[in-house]
């Protein structure tokens, strides 16, 4: 039998094929509830977004449901789900982290070379989307416009593309899904305003300026989708609980004692 190439699991992956063998195997029981991002990330000794990553994989293959503000359940594998399985797929960080490296170093190097046919393009897709509302992806195509349009700037077809099919890796399942726990429906209020910051930079000639702005935009992205979901909200004591317990100990000293409560 000839060799063949083995292919290293992403981190994410590693940790959904352990979670789905616990499911498996009725560690986690349908309709039990897992423990929490933060304490799954502590067990495994990894940051919590390879584990948000590798639950909204399960999620994606309908072995979890991820209730905001409540949990993340085991459910009965659904028949009609999207099995996205393979290694090949991306994790939503993973691409970020790539786009910020690269996209904040062609914002720099499109501050030194920017002509006012240049800027008229870019001000061209902004200006689409302020004419505009969005719901969803629907802001996407214009995000891309957006992004391909400062690379073009360096007259470079081999980066313009490389761009955009960086860009074009969030469109999978998992990038998707975790997109939905995440949207509040405001991200692209958001990131249009990140946008024109980093097309003024450019605009003024600044190439430092334009880095900064297209670092800081990619890097508020990732903390869009960092936020927490699927945990159960803290339980804090109610308003003026720690007052009274206060005037309740006082109460106690006062009468030498225990303090008496009312119902």
């Known amino acids: 039998m000839p060799l063949e190439a083995i292919e290293p699991r992403r981190l994410y992956r590693q940790i959904a094929d352990q979670l789905r063998l616990l499911i498996e195997q009725g560690e986690y029981a349908v309709g039990s509830r897992l423990p929490t991002e933060r304490e799954l990330a502590d067990k495994l000794g990894v940051s919590r977004p390879t584990v948000r990553e590798a639950l909204i994989a399960l999620e994606v293959e309908g072995r979890l449901k991820i209730r905001v503000g409540s949990g993340i359940y ?56 302020s004419r505009a509302r969005y719901a969803g992806d629907q802001f996407l195509v214009h995000d891309r416009c957006f992004h391909t349009a400062v690379a073009e700037t360096l007259r470079n077809a081999v980066l313009t593309r490389c761009i955009g099919e960086l860009f074009d890796l969030r469109i999978n399942p998992y990038f998707e899904q975790l997109a939905r726990h995440t949207d509040d429906g405001q991200y692209w209020r958001v990131a249009h305003q990140e ?37 159960p909200p803290s339980k804090a004591p109610a308003a003026g609980t720690k007052t009274r317990t206060r005037e309740a100990s006082s109460r106690a000293r006062a009468h030498g004692g225990r303090a008496r409560t009312t119902v």
């Not at 003024?200 to 979901?229: C, G, N, T, Y």
């Open 195 to 231: 946008h024109r910051a980093i097309r003024d930079a450019i605009a003024a000639r600044d190439p430092a300026a334009a880095r900064a702005a297209m670092h800081e935009h990619l890097k508020r992205s990732h903390q869009r989708f960092s936020r927490d979901f699927g945990e």
């Open 74 to 129: 085991v459910i009965e594998q659904q028949p009609n789900a999207i099995v996205a399985t393979s290694s090949r797929i991306e994790g939503a960080f993973e691409i970020l982290r790539a786009r910020a490296f690269i996209e904040s170093a062609v914002a720099e190097e499109a501050a030194r070379n920017a002509k006012r046919a240049d800027i008229a393009r870019i001000d061209a897709a902004l200006a689409v989307v």
